[in-house]
């Protein structure tokens, strides 16, 4: 059943779209290191789309210095 949010994805996957978001999810896991910046993470305990320990990756990956950077997580919260 195709969901009637508007910010949901009903198309067709293709297998080559597929291969370049994991291309690209590694070389940002590759890059990590270098994001300097500051920035904030707002993750849901359950949510179902996007893998929660991945927040706590990009806090503890990057080297943003601790004062800059900050995990807002929600444990009863997630993606519908």
Known sequence: EESQDPYMFNGKLYVATVASLLNIMEECKRNLKRLKT???VAQGRIDKVVDPNGAFDLIE????PPEF????????????
């Open 38 to 40: 500051p920035f904030i």
């Open 61 to 64: 990956g990057s080297s943003t």
């Open 69 to 80: 950077k900050q995990l807002l997580y929600y444990k009863n919260a997630c993606t519908t």
